[in-house]
C-alpha cells in the first residue's frame, strides 16, 4: 500500500466536513465498487444498493479510519462483503437455505480480483489527477484526440487553431508532460515506460 498524499488529503478535509473531498472521493472510487459489483454479477438496482451502503458504510467508519491511505483497500473488501451479504440474501429469498458457498469465487480469486480492480481504479485516478495538471492546451488537444469516432486532424487544426503539422509534435509534447507527472510516477515504472 502506498502512502498516497491525495487519499490521505482528501480523507482528512472528508473528516472535517467538506464536501467536495467527500464528493471527490466518491467520484474517485466509486468506478471500485462498481468493478467489485459487475464481477459478482449483480443486477443494477442490486449494485446501487451495495453501493449506497459502501458509502454509508464509509461515512459511519471514516473518522475512524487508521491509515487514511488505506481507503481503497478498506472500500474493496467492504464491496466485496457487502456483495456476499446481498448475494446470500437474495439467494435465501429464492432457493430455501441453498449455501452460496459454490457459487461465489474462492477466497484467492476473490482477493485477486479486488487487488487487480484496486490496481485499476488507482491507475485511472492517478491519469485523471494527472492529466488535470496539464495545461489547458494540453488538456483539450488529447481530449480532442481522444474523440469518438475520431475527428480528422483539419478539424482538430481548426478548433484548436494550429496547423495541422503541428498537431502530432504538440501531442508528443503534452504526452511527455503527462508521463513527467509525479502522480504517474508509480504506475509508469523507473524510466516512464508505461503507456498513458
Not at 459454490?102 to 480480483?113: I, V
Not at 474523440?147 to 503539422?165: C, N, S
Not at 504526452?175 to 509525479?182: E, F, G, N, T
Amino acid at each position: 500500500m502506498r502512502d498516497d498524499p491525495v487519499v490521505i488529503a482528501l480523507v482528512t478535509r472528508a473528516r472535517k466536513g467538506d464536501q467536495g473531498a467527500w464528493n471527490e472521493l466518491v467520484e474517485r472510487y466509486l468506478p471500485l465498487v462498481w468493478s467489485i459489483c459487475r464481477r459478482y454479477r449483480l443486477s443494477r438496482p442490486d449494485a446501487d444498493d451495495v453501493a449506497q451502503t459502501v458509502c454509508l458504510r464509509l461515512v459511519e467508519h471514516l473518522a475512524v479510519l487508521r491509515v487514511p491511505a488505506a481507503l481503497p483497500g478498506w472500500l474493496a473488501v467492504t464491496t466485496q462483503r457487502e456483495c456476499v451479504r446481498l448475494l446470500r440474501a437474495v439467494r435465501r429469498r429464492e432457493v430455501a437455505e441453498q449455501p452460496m458457498d459454490d457459487d461465489l469465487a474462492d477466497d484467492d480469486e476473490a482477493t485477486a480480483m479486488i487487488e487487480h480492480e484496486l490496481e485499476r481504479a488507482e491507475r485511472h485516478a492517478a491519469l485523471r489527477a494527472a492529466f488535470a495538471q496539464l495545461p489547458a492546451m494540453c488538456r483539450e488537444l488529447l481530449t480532442l484526440l481522444m474523440r469518438d469516432p475520431p475527428l480528422p486532424y483539419a478539424e482538430i487544426g481548426r478548433r484548436l487553431g494550429t496547423p495541422v503539422g503541428g498537431i502530432g509534435p504538440r501531442r508528443a509534447r503534452c504526452l511527455d508532460r503527462l508521463r513527467q507527472s509525479p502522480y504517474l510516477h508509480d504506475h509508469l515504472g523507473p524510466e516512464g515506460g508505461g503507456h498513458v
